[in-house]
């Protein structure tokens, strides 16, 4: 079981910059992908992008290629999602979540958190 915490949502005005950050509970994370996805209202969730919590190797939506960046921490279990240049159509609650498979399959899923982007 893989507990995850996400923070630092909040409003922006449009190319604002915002981080995220998922906690993730204690334990060893080899092999697994950590992802970011949102749903905005009325809208399915969508993928943003996920990082090789191993090898670093990341990959990105179109939509936000070049304007948002994830990384990871391993001293804090933590995974961030540097958000720049927001735009209005980014608003939508982020949530992060773990696929220990490496398969595309994501079982662990955190909260969420509120992201607003003002035009």
């Known amino acids: 079981q893989v507990h995850l915490v996400e923070s630092g949502g909040g409003l922006v005005q449009a190319g604002g910059s915002l981080r995220l950050s998922c906690a993730a509970s204690?334990?060893?994370?080899?092999?697994?992908?950590m992802g970011w996805f949102r749903q905005a209202p009325g809208k399915e969730r969508e993928f943003v992008c996920a990082?090789?919590?191993?090898?670093?190797?990341?990959n990105y939506a179109d939509s936000v290629k070049g304007r948002f960046t994830i990384s990871r921490d391993f001293a804090k279990n933590t995974v961030f999602l540097q958000m720049n240049n927001l735009k209005p159509e980014d608003t939508a609650v982020y949530s992060c979540?773990?696929?220990?498979?490496?398969?595309?399959?994501?079982?662990?899923w955190g909260q969420g958190t509120q992201v607003t982007v003002s035009s």
């Open positions: 979540a773990v696929d220990p498979a490496g398969r595309g399959r994501y079982a662990y």
């Open positions: 204690a334990g060893t994370f080899n092999g697994y992908i």
């Open positions: 990082i090789n919590w191993s090898g670093g190797s990341t």
